[in-house]
């Protein structure tokens, strides 16, 4: 059996509405609509929402089950991620190190001088809200959408990744670089 998709999701303020297979949600941050796989069903019980297979599990053959299993905790994962970003934001934080290295906001760009010859302009997304700091050298960026905001992060994190000797780049602030000793190769 699915160890997360037996998990309740909590509905913090949200409100849900099921229809077969679809899950209309309205929460204070963001509202939509998330289908759900055939293979299971979804009710609400107690300010809770629970995530079951549909058919008699007793029935089926042991591969079916496998199946079902799998994607019965990928859907609710998904599901609970979309429910908690309809009630609150979710936040990640980028640090900028090294020497002339910052962000800012222009608009809807972020222009980032990461020590090449030109500087770097990337695009917001429509859903993401981005800030900089004063010294240019950390970003929070905020959105109700988590796979949206886990992309934009990882596309600024790839235009200069935090390197293992100085430690400069970009890098999240939860993002533990390991260090190594430069000069002590072969004499």
Known sequence: MSK???KPIQLDGVKVDIKGQDIHYNGSKA???YHLSSELQAHVK???LYIAPANDEKNMSQKKLRGIYSVWGLQRALL???LTGASKEFE???EINGLGYKAAVAGNKVVLTLGYSHKIEENIPAGITVEAD???QKIK???SQKTLLGQFCSNI????EPEPYKGKGIKLQTEVIFRKAAGKGKK
Do not use: E, M, Y
């Not at 994190?157 to 200069?160: A, C, E, V």
């Open 31 to 33: 509202s939509g609509v």
């Open 134 to 136: 004063k010294s240019g």
């Open 141 to 143: 960026v905020k959105s």
């Open 157 to 160: 994190r790839g235009l200069r």
């Open 92 to 94: 990640k934080v980028l």
């Open 80 to 82: 609970a991620n979309q």
């Open 4 to 6: 997360i998709g037996r």
């Open 46 to 48: 107690d300010g809770a």
